[in-house]
Nanobody, 124 residues
Framework: QVQLVESGGGLVQAGGSLRLSCAAS????????MGWFRQAPGNEREFVAA????????YYADSVKGRFTISRDNPKNVVYLQMNSLKPEDTAIYYC?????????????????WGQGTQVTVSA
Protein backbone atom coordinates (compact mmCIF):
# COMPACT_ATOMS: atom_id res chain seq x y z
CA GLN A 1 0.00 0.00 0.00
CA VAL A 2 1.27 3.45 -0.94
CA GLN A 3 -0.30 6.76 0.03
CA LEU A 4 0.61 9.83 -2.00
CA VAL A 5 0.30 13.52 -1.13
CA GLU A 6 1.11 16.25 -3.65
CA SER A 7 2.15 19.80 -2.84
CA GLY A 8 3.70 22.81 -4.51
CA GLY A 9 0.94 23.90 -6.82
CA GLY A 10 -0.18 27.50 -7.15
CA LEU A 11 -0.66 30.50 -9.40
CA VAL A 12 2.24 31.60 -11.57
CA GLN A 13 2.68 33.88 -14.56
CA ALA A 14 3.56 32.49 -17.96
CA GLY A 15 7.27 31.86 -18.20
CA GLY A 16 7.56 31.15 -14.50
CA SER A 17 8.47 27.99 -12.62
CA LEU A 18 7.01 25.70 -9.99
CA ARG A 19 8.25 22.54 -8.33
CA LEU A 20 5.70 19.94 -7.37
CA SER A 21 6.45 17.38 -4.70
CA CYS A 22 4.79 14.05 -4.04
CA ALA A 23 5.42 12.52 -0.63
CA ALA A 24 4.82 8.81 -0.36
CA SER A 25 4.19 6.65 2.66
CA UNK A 26 5.04 2.99 2.81
CA UNK A 27 8.28 1.09 2.87
CA UNK A 28 7.84 -0.18 -0.67
CA UNK A 29 8.02 3.22 -2.41
CA UNK A 30 11.32 2.41 -4.11
CA UNK A 31 9.79 -0.62 -5.80
CA UNK A 32 7.25 1.48 -7.72
CA UNK A 33 7.66 3.39 -10.94
CA MET A 34 6.15 6.85 -10.55
CA GLY A 35 4.29 9.15 -12.87
CA TRP A 36 2.77 12.61 -13.06
CA PHE A 37 -0.50 13.22 -14.84
CA ARG A 38 -2.67 16.29 -15.26
CA GLN A 39 -6.30 17.00 -15.91
CA ALA A 40 -7.79 20.25 -17.12
CA PRO A 41 -11.55 20.97 -16.90
CA GLY A 42 -13.43 19.06 -19.57
CA ASN A 43 -10.38 17.04 -20.55
CA GLU A 44 -9.25 13.52 -19.85
CA ARG A 45 -6.38 12.84 -17.51
CA GLU A 46 -3.18 12.98 -19.55
CA PHE A 47 0.34 11.71 -19.09
CA VAL A 48 3.00 14.28 -18.20
CA ALA A 49 6.12 12.42 -17.04
CA ALA A 50 7.29 9.12 -15.58
CA UNK A 51 10.37 7.77 -13.85
CA UNK A 52 11.53 4.21 -13.22
CA UNK A 53 11.84 2.77 -9.74
CA UNK A 54 15.55 3.50 -9.51
CA UNK A 55 15.35 6.86 -11.25
CA UNK A 56 17.60 5.78 -14.09
CA UNK A 57 15.12 6.46 -16.87
CA UNK A 58 12.62 9.25 -17.41
CA TYR A 59 9.87 9.80 -19.95
CA TYR A 60 7.95 12.91 -20.97
CA ALA A 61 4.96 13.98 -22.98
CA ASP A 62 5.98 15.91 -26.07
CA SER A 63 4.14 18.97 -24.77
CA VAL A 64 6.44 19.29 -21.73
CA LYS A 65 9.71 17.86 -23.03
CA GLY A 66 12.57 20.27 -22.41
CA ARG A 67 10.56 22.27 -19.86
CA PHE A 68 9.65 19.75 -17.14
CA THR A 69 11.95 17.44 -15.20
CA ILE A 70 10.87 14.48 -13.09
CA SER A 71 13.13 13.14 -10.35
CA ARG A 72 12.87 11.03 -7.21
CA ASP A 73 14.61 10.68 -3.87
CA ASN A 74 13.97 7.14 -2.66
CA PRO A 75 15.48 7.51 0.84
CA LYS A 76 13.11 10.45 1.38
CA ASN A 77 10.14 8.78 -0.37
CA VAL A 78 9.57 11.81 -2.59
CA VAL A 79 9.11 12.36 -6.30
CA TYR A 80 9.39 15.81 -7.85
CA LEU A 81 8.23 17.59 -10.97
CA GLN A 82 10.23 20.70 -11.79
CA MET A 83 8.23 22.83 -14.22
CA ASN A 84 9.94 25.68 -16.07
CA SER A 85 8.80 28.03 -18.82
CA LEU A 86 5.21 27.46 -17.84
CA LYS A 87 2.45 28.22 -20.33
CA PRO A 88 -1.27 28.93 -19.81
CA GLU A 89 -2.04 25.56 -21.42
CA ASP A 90 -0.20 23.86 -18.52
CA THR A 91 -3.05 24.90 -16.24
CA ALA A 92 -4.56 21.77 -14.69
CA ILE A 93 -4.77 19.65 -11.58
CA TYR A 94 -1.55 17.64 -11.33
CA TYR A 95 -1.56 14.15 -9.86
CA CYS A 96 1.26 11.83 -8.94
CA UNK A 97 0.72 8.11 -9.19
CA UNK A 98 2.52 4.84 -8.41
CA UNK A 99 2.79 1.93 -10.86
CA UNK A 100 3.91 -1.56 -9.86
CA UNK A 101 5.88 -2.00 -13.07
CA UNK A 102 3.35 -3.65 -15.32
CA UNK A 103 1.33 -2.02 -18.06
CA UNK A 104 2.02 1.11 -20.04
CA UNK A 105 3.67 3.97 -18.18
CA UNK A 106 1.65 6.35 -20.36
CA UNK A 107 -1.78 5.07 -19.33
CA UNK A 108 -3.53 6.11 -16.10
CA UNK A 109 -5.03 2.61 -15.94
CA UNK A 110 -1.58 1.15 -15.23
CA UNK A 111 -1.22 3.07 -11.96
CA UNK A 112 -2.51 1.59 -8.72
CA UNK A 113 -2.18 4.52 -6.33
CA TRP A 114 -3.00 8.21 -6.76
CA GLY A 115 -2.64 11.39 -4.80
CA GLN A 116 -5.42 13.91 -4.33
CA GLY A 117 -3.94 16.36 -6.83
CA THR A 118 -2.58 19.89 -6.66
CA GLN A 119 -3.84 22.83 -8.73
CA VAL A 120 -1.46 24.61 -11.09
CA THR A 121 -2.72 27.80 -12.72
CA VAL A 122 -0.63 29.72 -15.24
CA SER A 123 -1.78 33.21 -16.13
CA ALA A 124 -1.05 34.80 -19.48
Amino acid sequence: QVQLVESGGGLVQAGGSLRLSCAASGRTFSSYAMGWFRQAPGNEREFVAAITWGGGSTYYADSVKGRFTISRDNPKNVVYLQMNSLKPEDTAIYYCAARPGTGSRYSPRSYDYWGQGTQVTVSA
